[in-house]
């Protein structure tokens, strides 16, 4: 019997083909990128993105469940309430957080100067930032760049756009997807940066994605809450969340196909395909966090319920022993099951299994007689997977996590202090 | 008006002197330790410790919340329910957890081994053990040395025991007071092991405490509840808690003074005298986590609720981000109120003060103009405090922790993993 309420990517089910062009793959999309000189006025690097839709979209979001909300966030929460957003824009180099009054004032301002250059309403424009937190955005250097940015705007700016909202990141994410559906076809792509906590001061997940289907407001909510549940809410890497973390989704219609209706088959190849992209931008994620030099998925079997499942598999993901293991190529069981144990999920000691890749480690809660020159093989590769069987119950979840490396810690102490300190004496905002 | 409901120390309302003697400064407890090669069969350093009072006792303990329990601790649990102990066993060098049936026998095992020897009951004996999991214990190589650990047993055999239990500890962790009583004194001492997750493979935190007072046993139990709540709850290294976890206290009332009565003034002069010993040891402890390099107190204000300021304490207290700034002497406020904010405390962002030392480093949750040379001086300090004012409500709660260091990592996987893998190949268990 399968497991009851897993989340396991659904991918499987669908026909896709991988396509180039990341946020702007999908039909009447635009973006552009240009040079603002948040971080630094000397800066050259690309530092304001600009996403726009030529026609009228339905748009989701979901932001982070921080208490701390950076100024951008609220003004998002305000603006997406109509949903009919055309345009995102999106700085790095500074995150707009404990800034007060001022945040929001800047924030507003972004998306004034957008929505006057491109005829739209305020609220239809969304504001994102990441970057360093308690000091004000250099916004008078980013205000006078917007109209270069609206006049940049490309069908083929997606790859700009991305490199704008990079910070420590060291890979691009990009993914999209065509998947056929009835006489034609639809697409998703997006672009993303850098998770778990990155520098500077901690940092920001953001991933914007496109579509072209025809979708209503609720279906757009009920397929966003799907996939997001079932990519970005199971990967962490330090177990931190940000002030700043936003995920959009603009949908707009272009594919010429009819609307996607409830419980259709099409709502649910729509909402496994929305799955499918986030999933590969939160594994690219997973894959380039601070330092990581593993990626492992652990999957949890067998649970008394799916909020059990999830607590093993997120406190196992978050455990710096685990984690420290999982770098020092370890296949260490013991530490793996005491996590287990302190998870708060209902568990039996003496039921437990758990696997490296296909290997049996420990089985009933104890060492099995499996060479331990076998296990190390799995885990001195880059990517593996840890499977914990309760024996309990029919529940699964899988989260997506790293290990923790010497070069994390470093590069979150003594590198970046240096850092942000010679920048905070240089005054730069 | 002072925070409700807070956990700090109580050790200034109560008069004492520091005392040498550790876990045998009380009257009428006696202690010692043999080597008994329980890592490694040729090995010599001491890795059994036995405690024992002269007298019938009044004993609580508090033992570990991981659902996952060394046998010791099943043992342990059932032995207790009487309360008159006599004696403590315990191992160094392997841990008995994830050990099965053969486990509970082998704790047995040693329990009836020392009981034999001073003429008591089996359940009158408590065991503990620390190390390796998912290893039997080498019982061939415990039991005959109990008799030799029974013939050492001496008023200052204190500081072996401790050895004995030390595993990854690199100092010393003892400390007794005496408490004028009435027309005498009563005295309370103890030793502990290593805290946070320890090596081999994890590894646990012990605490014997020993104390001459004549007390009933609910009092002991209200009084233990009392300072461990305020002591070894409120530490944290790396948020860990271990499969063998235990803390316990013994009362032989060899001091002379009459029996404490409930709700009497001597009652709460001897909790807050347990308070100050398992305070003193669990500071001890902090400092001498795995490659720890700072201590830092973590003071919570003016929460809307107790439980509300152990939740912003406690999660500011294990933020990875937050204690390799620490780690980095940065006065990284930012990564502070981040982890506030998703510490589920009730919180308003713009009410939010931090101080570094006395140094307020941010105001109403936006930065300060305090000069960051200055807040560096205070996080440079190898001992400092950092003050979360929520300015909500009236409750108050304290954590203390450490900083995470490149070469807790280290020592936590490479190294580790290599010590690790050399014992199991030499088939040591």
Redesign the interface.
């Known amino acids: 019997m399968p497991p009851k309420h897993d989340n396991e990517p659904c991918d499987a089910r669908i026909p896709f083909n991988v396509i180039t062009g990341g946020v702007t793959a999908a039909r009447g999309f635009r973006a552009s990128a240009v040079t603002c000189g948040i971080k630094n006025p000397e800066a050259t690097r690309l530092d304001l993105a600009l996403i726009v839709s030529d026609s009228p979209t339905v748009t989701d979001a979901v932001f982070t469940?921080?208490?701390?909300?950076a100024a951008c966030v609220r003004v998002c929460q305000q603006h997406i309430k109509d949903s009919d957003t055309r345009a995102i824009i999106a700085n790095s180099g500074n995150a707009n957080?404990?800034?007060?009054v001022q945040g929001i004032q800047d924030a507003k301002a972004m998306t004034k100067a957008v929505a006057e250059q491109l005829n739209v309403k305020m609220r239809q424009v969304l504001v994102c930032s990441t970057g360093?937190?308690?000091?004000p955005l250099p916004i008078q250097r980013i205000l006078p760049k917007v109209p270069d940015a609206v006049a940049k705007l490309d069908a083929a700016g997606s790859d700009d756009a991305m490199r704008a909202i990079m910070t420590s990141d060291t890979q691009p994410k990009t993914f999209a997807i065509e998947v056929p559906c009835g006489d034609g076809s639809f697409r998703i792509g997006g672009i993303a940066k850098g998770a778990g906590?990155i520098c500077p001061?901690?940092a920001t997940m953001l991933c914007f994605i496109t579509t072209d289907v025809k979708i209503g407001k609720n279906e757009m909510h009920r397929a966003m809450h799907y996939a997001v549940e079932k990519s970005f809410n199971c990967i962490t890497i330090?177990?931190?969340?940000?002030?700043n973390d936003t995920v959009i989704v603009m949908s707009n219609g272009a594919s010429g196909l009819p609307a996607i209706k409830r419980n259709s088959p099409e709502f649910d190849l729509f909402r496994c395909a929305l799955h499918k992209v986030m999933l590969e931008l939160a594994k690219m994620i997973v894959c380039d966090g601070e330092r990581v030099t593993k990626f492992v998925e652990i999957r949890v079997r067998n649970a008394r319920t799916q909020a059990d499942a999830r607590k093993v598999a997120e406190t196992v993901a978050k455990?710096?022993?685990v984690k420290?293991?999982f770098?020092?190529?370890?296949p260490?069981?013991?530490?793996i099951?005491?996590?287990?144990?302190?998870s708060g999920a209902r568990?039996r000691?003496?039921l437990i299994d758990i696997f490296f890749g296909g290997l049996l480690a420990?089985k009933?809660?104890?060492?099995t007689k499996t060479p331990?020159s076998e296990m190390e093989k799995v885990v001195k590769e880059p990517k593996f997977t840890v499977t914990i069987d309760l024996n309990l119950g029919t529940s699964g979840y899988t989260v997506y996590t790293s290990d923790?490396?010497?070069q994390?810690?470093?590069f979150?102490?003594?590198e970046?202090?240096a850092a942000?300190?010679a920048k905070?004496?240089k005054g730069f905002a």
Do not use: F, P
């Open positions: 469940t921080n208490k701390v909300r957080a404990c800034t007060g360093i937190i308690g000091m906590m001061n901690m330090d177990g931190d969340t940000s002030t455990s710096l022993l420290c293991s770098n020092g190529s370890d260490n069981w013991g530490r099951i005491h996590a287990v144990g302190y568990i000691e003496e420990c009933g809660g104890l060492a331990i923790l490396s010497e994390y810690v470093d979150n102490s003594s970046y202090s942000i300190h905070r004496q």
